[in-house]
């Protein structure tokens, strides 16, 4: 499989080059960017840019909590600002491609000639797709929000159908998709948080539309295998659904997701299906971009055209972000291989404590672990933060009735420092 081959070279490649635990290591080369290349017109919003990457935005809730586990007054973070590990040659090549790049129009779908790229490097990756299949979006939100409205516009009471726990705004997303849309749940922790197909079933009705999956999923860090993405597929096939994959964490996991999933499309080939991704993981999330394949051409087009036309002009922004994204791929996909490491650490704590980890966790950021004593979520989240400054998410947030608060919450594997500090935290309450 080209993915896995692919993968497999750009680690040993990397090991070779000394990326796994520096990513700022004087070996990292900076490629020719695409604007240069192509020599694009010098006219630009560097001004804006400029400006944007001088004051990046801090969450003070993320600085404080790893300040303390760094013991240090302040430190700087990589939510909602630039990465702060990311070396000085991306930094640069960034805004070289803003001044590179003009501020016309890029076309509806993004700039051809990075749709081009994107659609090599998702091949490379394993998921073979062509640049006329895809759309260069502001990430994820942007890319589902929109493909929700365009999938749900036309019906009376669309339902959308997913597994419990989820990524919360995902919710949001179906309602303003539509004002009678309906999020409808099957609870996943049942289930040890895989995908039960049978108890799908029971949830069919004639008003269903769409099953949105999150792979690797948040908060639980499960990976869908090719077993369970062809299930999904027949799943929809048999029940004429549209399957949209939030694919955010596609390169956080340790199996080839993308190799995944086009297996399982051999499988059980399909065109009612999305699949959406970002770079707010890899670059920053304060530089909106990602991308949304398609290989039904009505829905790319409707997408483009019917639904959002007032932000096309962002992407001549996002263009330039997914350009420098690929182009440092390697390098910035190194930085979250550590966090395999750094789950390993929370589960040698399970070991300890002699608890059951409650799924199966080969990717993503972050983990869902148990609470104390069944104690509630919410209750233990609040005392986390009291007794020790420490930031974690209750897992009330990813149910769908706000009133069960099951005992588990959900940690991010960020750094080492901060998940050692948040085990000794979390280790003093057993
Ligand atoms: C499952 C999931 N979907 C979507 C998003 C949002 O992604 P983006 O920043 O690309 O909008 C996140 C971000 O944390 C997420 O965890």
């Known amino acids: 499989m080209i993915g896995h081959n692919f993968a497999q070279h750009s680690i040993k490649s990397a090991l070779k080059r000394g990326f796994i635990n520096d990513v700022s290591s004087k070996h990292v080369m900076p490629s020719i960017s695409y604007f240069q290349k192509n020599q694009l017109s010098p006219d630009s919003n560097q001004d804006l840019w400029a400006k944007k990457l001088a004051s990046p935005i801090v969450n003070p809730l993320r600085q404080r909590f790893l300040a303390l586990a760094q013991h240090k007054p302040t430190v700087s973070v990589e939510e909602g600002s630039i990465r702060s590990e990311l070396n000085s040659i991306i930094k640069q090549d960034i805004s070289q491609a803003i001044q590179m790049i003009g501020t016309g129009y890029p076309g509806p779908y993004g700039d051809l000639a990075v749709l081009n790229k994107c659609a090599q490097h998702l091949t490379h990756k394993g998921l073979f797709v062509s640049d006329d299949e895809l759309l260069i979006n502001n990430g994820v939100s942007d890319g589902l929000s929109r493909t929700l409205r365009s999938l749900l516009q036309t019906d009376q009471y669309p339902e959308v159908l997913t597994f419990s726990p989820f990524f919360k705004p995902q919710a949001s997303m179906v309602n303003l998709a539509h004002p009678q849309a309906k999020l409808v749940v099957s ?135 997914m350009s420098v994204t690929i182009d440092h791929f390697i390098e910035l996909k190194m930085a979250y291989t550590q966090t395999i490491d750094i789950k390993n650490l929370w589960y040698q704590c399970f070991d300890e404590l002699r608890i059951q980890a409650p799924a199966f966790c080969q990717g993503g950021l972050y983990l869902t672990i148990p609470t104390p004593n069944q104690m509630p979520g919410s209750v233990f989240a609040q005392l986390l933060r009291d007794q020790y400054d420490l930031g974690v998410v209750p897992f009330q947030y990813f149910v769908q009735d706000e009133f069960d608060d099951p005992p588990f919450i959900r940690v991010a594997c960020v750094n080492q420092p901060s998940t050692q500090y948040a085990i000794q935290s979390y280790k003093k309450f057993f």
């Open 187 to 321: 609870d996943g922790q049942k289930n040890y948080f895989r995908p039960s197909f049978n108890d799908l079933n029971h949830k069919i009705t004639s008003n269903s539309r769409v099953l949105l999956l999150t792979t690797p999923h948040n908060p639980t860090g499960v990976v869908y295998n090719v077993k369970e993405l062809t299930q999904a597929i027949q799943f929809c096939k048999a029940h004429h659904l549209y399957l949209v994959i939030d694919a955010t964490y596609f390169d956080m996991s340790q199996t080839n997701c993308y190799g995944d999933l086009q297996q399982a499309l051999n499988n059980e080939p399909y065109s009612h299906i999305a699949v959406i991704g970002t770079n707010s993981k890899l670059l920053s999330a304060a530089i909106r971009s990602g991308w949304l394949w398609t290989p039904d051409a009505a829905l790319r087009d409707h997408i483009a055209h019917g639904v959002t036309v007032d932000l096309a002009g962002v992407s001549v922004m996002a263009s330039i972000a």
